[in-house]
């Protein structure tokens, strides 16, 4: 009796200190340190993210066209790789082919310090890279796998300098960037993930964990490990941004995301606390973004390909194409100028950062399309970013096609008219008695035409064509 009472009593000890630690970790961060980090980052608003990897030589999506689930379409294959048009590939040997791209890639026109020129000059203030995908290439020397840039089966690391996410981060510190770096805590490739021995069904490990533990074990080691390479062997970065949610501790798991865990359901916790301790051990002020998962590793939360409708209470950052693909893509459709600069300012308002994402080709080159777009932003922004840079909302932050912002003391406010088309005249409408206004380009005028209650009536003119967005101060 007194060794059952025992036993009964250290469970209840264990589920106690398992409750605490799981309700813990659903709080939102709370160290000062982090929080003041935060808030600089909240200055930046907006950011250059790029998908690039083995995948930019066939042109498809990164990684999701090897995942076995029925909505992904697979073009067949040809000697080159997919034939656009097509559908129906087979998927084993689909995915031996893909798997085998980084015997191929050799990026010969690669120069991070042109990309990182080109997102200061679009007044980009920090950058998020890829350095390794759920298709578990890496684009970094690793010493836990040879399935890298730096590995002997892919040709370029004959090149000087074969670890490309060294090279990204060297050139954003030349340019004054804040260095970001995405990782994908699933590993298609690694074999205590996706185990060779069984089908993969779907985006989840392919075992059950509770039968083999010492192979989820494995896997979390591996990586911790790799994890400790990207924070341990660039100096200090800014941001550890984690994807692949499905990844994640039970409590956790709710209605929304426990399709994501497929058809066997079983939760795959990667142990973050472990993780997080080695990830800022030495640099304990780094922002992570555990995405999808809540809680304190979550820093900031990442509305991908959208933005919010209204303002949200916590800090946040809308992941968005300039086209319609996150990676390369012969075929992409970009977005035009004035709709990004739309939406700069539309998140901005309601108090995000947009993190804009361009996917390079196979060479390592940027789309001119791309390039193009970025010069376009960064000219409006060079007469306008008062109104962007180091603001916060100021209510109603939206009224028709107007935006509102401040600066974090108020002493400084900003409408931001948004335009679908150029203008030599504009008449706006904005709620609030305005004594003064003036515009942030200086071949506008405005002038104050009416004022009731609470509501002044503005003209602006330009003997210029007014485009995209705008600004007044007033």
């Given at each position: 009796m007194r060794t059952i009472l025992t036993?009964?009593?250290?469970?209840?000890?264990?589920?106690?200190?398992?409750?605490?630690?799981?309700?813990?970790?659903?709080?939102?961060?709370?160290?000062?340190?982090?929080?003041?980090?935060?808030?600089?980052?909240?200055?930046?608003?907006?950011?250059?993210?790029?998908?690039?990897?083995?995948?930019?030589?066939?042109?498809?999506v990164e990684s999701w066209s090897i995942c076995n689930e029925p909505w992904i379409v697979r073009e067949q294959l040809g000697p080159d790789g997919p034939v656009v048009?097509?559908?129906?590939?087979?998927?084993?040997?689909?995915?031996?082919r893909y798997q085998a791209l980084n015997r191929t890639f050799n990026p010969r026109h690669f120069a991070p310090n042109a990309w990182t020129a080109a997102a200061k000059q679009a007044g980009m203030r920090y950058m998020v890279f890829t350095t390794k995908h759920h298709d578990g290439f890496c684009m970094f020397r690793s010493a836990e796998t040879d399935y890298s840039v730096a590995g002997?089966?892919?040709?370029?690391?004959?090149?000087?300098?074969?670890?490309?996410?060294?090279?990204?981060?060297?050139?954003?510190?030349?340019?004054?960037?804040?260095?970001?770096?995405?990782?994908s805590k699933p590993d298609w490739h690694h074999p205590d993930y996706w185990a060779p021995e069984w089908t993969t069904p779907d985006r989840n490990v392919n075992y059950d964990i509770a039968s083999h533990p010492e192979r989820w074990d494995r896997f979390r080691r591996f990586t911790y490990a790799q994890v400790r390479e990207l924070t341990h062997h660039y100096g200090n970065i800014d941001i550890l941004w984690l994807d692949g949610g499905w990844v994640r501790p039970?409590?956790?798991?709710?209605?929304?995301?426990?399709?994501?865990?497929?058809?066997?359901?079983?939760?795959?916790?990667?142990?973050?606390?472990?993780?997080?301790?080695?990830?800022?051990?030495?640099?304990?002020d780094l922002i992570i973004v555990d995405r999808s998962v809540g809680g304190r590793y979550e820093n900031y939360r990442t509305p991908e390909q959208q933005v919010p409708d209204t303002l949200l209470p916590y800090p946040w950052e809308t992941c968005m194409t300039m086209g319609d693909s996150w990676s390369y893509s012969p075929r992409d459709r970009y977005k035009s100028t004035t709709r990004l600069i739309h939406l700069l300012a539309d998140v901005v308002a309601k108090g995000g950062n947009l993190l804009l994402n361009v996917g390079p080709d196979a060479e390592g080159r940027l789309p001119d399309t791309a390039l193009l777009r970025m010069r376009e932003i960064g000219e409006w922004l060079s007469v306008n970013g008062d109104a962007i840079y180091a603001t916060r909302p100021l209510p109603p932050y939206s009224h028709g096609s107007v935006r509102y912002t401040q600066t974090k003391d108020g002493r400084r406010r900003f409408a931001l008219c948004l335009l679908e088309?150029?203008?030599?005249?504009?008449?706006?409408?904005?709620?609030?008695?305005?004594?003064?206004?003036?515009?942030?380009?200086?071949?506008?005028?405005?002038?104050?035409?009416?004022?009731?209650?609470?509501?002044?009536?503005?003209?602006?003119?330009?003997?210029?064509?007014?485009?995209?967005?705008?600004?007044?101060?007033?």
């Open positions: 036993r009964t009593l250290l469970s209840l000890l264990l589920l106690c200190a398992f409750s605490a630690q799981a309700q813990r970790d659903r709080e939102p961060e709370n160290d000062p340190a982090i929080l003041r980090r935060i808030d600089e980052w909240q200055d930046l608003k907006f950011g250059f993210m790029v998908h690039w990897g083995m995948y930019a030589q066939w042109g498809v048009g097509t559908r129906g590939a087979d998927y084993y040997e689909y995915k031996r002997v089966d892919c040709p370029y690391h004959h090149n000087a300098q074969p670890d490309i996410t060294r090279a990204i981060v060297e050139a954003c510190r030349a340019e004054g960037l804040w260095t970001g770096l995405y990782f039970a409590w956790s798991v709710d209605e929304e995301t426990r399709p994501w865990l497929g058809c066997s359901g079983q939760v795959q916790d990667i142990g973050m606390d472990t993780l997080v301790a080695i990830a800022r051990d030495g640099n304990p088309a150029p203008v030599s005249s504009l008449t706006v409408e904005l709620p609030f008695a305005v004594r003064r206004a003036k515009p942030l380009a200086a071949k506008q005028k405005v002038r104050v035409v009416s004022r009731t209650g609470d509501n002044t009536t503005l003209t602006i003119t330009s003997a210029t064509p007014m485009q995209h967005v705008v600004v007044i101060e007033f």
